[in-house]
């Protein structure tokens, strides 16, 4: 059975910084793009981040741009999210995803992703 299972979640502080994990298993990913998502309350699940199967590539939606770097460790299977400088618009529940294996690149798309965690929760107090 896979699953993947995010870890690192919490209630910070406005500039404070957190790291997420996601720990892979069922399966080897190490082929496959790895993605953080996230959802507010009452807003759509989007794309915070997206890394290559080789760690190479990665694409990073506007907003989280020098604060956030998403890393991957194929040895380990897992992939993680280093958030820094947090704001409370980062509040929201996010939520690590992993494409089909022999994926190329990166992806924003919910689409290319079929693996997906129960998420942890970030909040970020102003």
């Known amino acids: 059975q896979v699953q993947l299972v995010e870890s690192g979640g919490g209630l910070v502080q406005a500039g404070d910084s957190l790291r997420l994990s996601c720990a892979a298993s069922?399966?080897?990913?190490?082929?496959?793009?790895m993605g953080w998502f996230r959802q507010a309350p009452g807003r759509e699940r989007s794309i915070v981040a997206s890394?290559?199967?080789?760690?190479?590539?990665?694409f990073y939606v506007a907003s989280v741009k020098g604060r956030f770097t998403i890393s991957r460790d194929n040895a380990k299977n897992s992939v993680f999210l280093q958030m820094n400088t947090l704001k409370p618009e980062d509040t929201a529940c996010y939520y690590c995803?992993?494409?089909?294996?022999?994926?190329?690149?990166?992806?924003?798309?919910?689409?290319?992703?079929?693996?997906w965690g129960q998420g942890t929760q970030v909040t970020v107090s102003g």
């Open positions: 995803a992993a494409s089909q294996p022999d994926f190329s690149g990166t992806s924003y798309s919910e689409r290319d992703y079929e693996y």
């Open positions: 069922g399966r080897t990913f190490n082929s496959s793009a």
């Open positions: 890394i290559s199967w080789s760690g190479f590539s990665a």
